[in-house]
């Protein structure tokens, strides 16, 4: 089977989905490749800021590399009705000839070609929908039918994204709400979507597991300037507000003038940056690779994310790290059983909950649980043979109905 992967952008070092679920893929023996453009990553914001610079390396138009075990390309672009568009796609896909084409989104030009070279290039398409109701704005608010955001939205993305729910086989949704904006927002037919959550790498993030790790976990802390019976709170990602991790920053320095051991480590840049290393107790440190990280969760106690959803939630929580988030956040999975909500935006409220994972047997005991959970339901191992299997019954279903199947 040969299956590529299209997505707009690919940073090398980061933890999405391009850049882990290819991996395993590659490793049940599917030829895997992954065709995204040379944009950077902060073409996926809803700004220009870019809090990546200097980390994720410039990727080039048309190079081509090997990376754990599956083909990155790399194409240009070209301008189409305002919106960026793939050059040379279908030329790229005639010629790897896959048997199955998946794309991140099943809306903009990516689905809309991908969609139409299916049937002359006799490929399965598979498409996804990453799209919290957090960052959708038109999921949390009401819409007169006949407004202008209103039709907007049904010319640009609802219509165009039912034409690609068509030709497609399955839409992977990383959560209840991002299955609901698929439906209402995107057109996608609701018997296509799956519901299939973001996974982890479970060779990078894992519990404490023995002498070494143990060893290591001490280093790192010593290195950080945390001591052994501090409780470090972290935070991964962007520092801006609609993550807001200053919110966290605020409650630890609470913690900390009440002369509790509590401290905050933030591994990330943003706008937000400067006003959180001014909070008593908290530090900032640059990002990390993804190979990295694991071991700063290792290193921490508690994962907590104050707002927007994070897949970062998933990591701390293979790491054996209790999760804290607000109670609005709708992937209640990544919290039920190893981890406690907070009420959005309450100073007061997050720092309840911190103080509720004081004892350490708390923690240990959430944690445990959660890093369960994330090996038995979220490895990408796992998910990978599941979306093999469902690769293979749509070519299965192919061959049925007597239809051209590339050639494997």
């Not at 914001?45 to 990376?67: C, H, K």
């Not at 199955?100 to 490929?123: C, E, F, H, N």
Request: some cysteine.
């Amino acid at each position: 089977m040969r299956v590529v992967l299209l997505s707009e952008v690919y940073a090398k070092g980061m933890g999405y989905l391009e850049n882990l679920m290819p991996k395993y893929l590659a490793r049940l023996g599917v030829e895997t490749h992954v065709v995204a453009t040379d944009l950077s990553v902060p073409s996926r914001q809803d700004s220009g800021i870019s809090e990546y610079n200097n980390f994720v390396p410039r990727n080039f138009v048309g190079s081509v590399e090997t990376l754990d075990g599956f083909t990155l390309h790399i194409l240009g672009r070209k301008r189409a009705f305002g919106q960026d568009r793939m050059a040379l796609l279908k030329e790229k896909l005639a010629s790897l000839q896959p048997n199955v084409v998946q794309t991140m989104t099943p809306i903009g030009w990516i689905g809309l070609d991908a969609a139409l070279y299916k049937r002359s290039l006799g490929y399965q398409l598979f498409t996804g929908c990453h799209y919290h109701a957090s960052v959708f704005p038109l999921a949390r608010r009401k819409m007169r039918a006949l407004s202008s955001e209103s039709l907007q939205c049904l010319a640009m993305r609802k219509i165009p994204g039912r034409l690609v729910s068509l030709a497609t086989s399955k839409c992977y949704a990383i959560a209840q709400d991002c299955a609901d904006i698929a439906e209402k927002y995107f057109g996608v037919e609701r018997n296509k979507i799956v519901i299939c959550p973001l996974g982890v790498d479970s060779e990078i993030f894992y519990p404490v597991a023995d002498d070494r790790d143990a060893t290591d976990r001490t280093a790192l802390r010593q290195r950080l300037g945390f001591a052994q019976n501090e409780i470090v709170c972290i935070y991964t990602g962007r520092f801006r507000e609609g993550k807001n991790p200053l919110l966290l920053a605020k409650a630890v320095e609470r913690l900390f003038h009440s002369g509790l051991p509590y401290r905050g480590l933030f591994i990330g840049n943003g706008p937000q940056a400067e006003a959180i290393a001014a909070c008593a107790g908290c530090k900032t440190h640059p990002f990390v690779t993804v190979k990295e990280l694991g071991a700063f969760l290792r290193a921490a106690d508690i994962g907590v994310w104050p707002a927007q959803e994070s897949m970062s939630m998933l990591d701390a929580a293979a790491c054996g790290l209790p999760i804290v988030a607000n109670h609005t956040m709708t992937a209640r999975e990544r919290l039920d059983g190893n981890g406690l909500a907070y009420r959005l935006g309450d100073l007061g409220d997050l720092v309840r909950v911190l103080l509720d994972l004081r004892n350490e047997e708390t923690r240990l005991h959430l944690g445990e649980l959660g890093a369960r959970k994330m090996k038995r339901e979220y490895s990408w191992e796992h998910i990978a043979r599941q979306r093999v299997r469902d690769y293979e019954t749509a070519l299965g279903s192919l061959r049925l109905f007597g239809e051209t199947v590339v050639s494997e």
